[in-house]
């Protein structure tokens, strides 16, 4: 598998093109992206996103809790009364 790879992933001194493209119209793949910079730039833009929305999470759901603490504390002086 990997003397066909090989092969086909060599530019043809007539040619001037791989061996692969020549063959089969298309570039041969190496089972990830060698350019991955979009994609990278996409899943750093994700990263930054959650990254707010967990940030935003955080704040709402601390202010639920303290309000629930004070309704509790109320409902606890209430009690003692």
């Known amino acids: 598998m990997m003397a ?3 092969i086909n992933n060599k530019i043809h001194s007539a040619t001037k093109v791989l061996l ?3 063959n089969y119209s ?3 793949r190496m089972g990830a992206d060698i ?3 979009e994609k990278v730039e996409k899943a750093i833009e994700f990263v930054e996103r959650m990254k707010k929305i ?3 999470s955080r704040v709402v759901l ?3 809790q303290e309000k629930m603490e004070r ?4 409902r606890i002086k209430k009690a003692k009364k």
């Open 20 to 22: 692969f493209i020549a």
């Open 62 to 64: 601390r202010k639920a």
């Open 54 to 56: 967990q940030k935003k």
């Open 4 to 6: 066909k790879f090989t």
């Open 26 to 28: 298309k570039e041969l």
């Open 35 to 37: 350019n991955m910079k």
């Open 71 to 74: 309704q509790a504390d109320e």
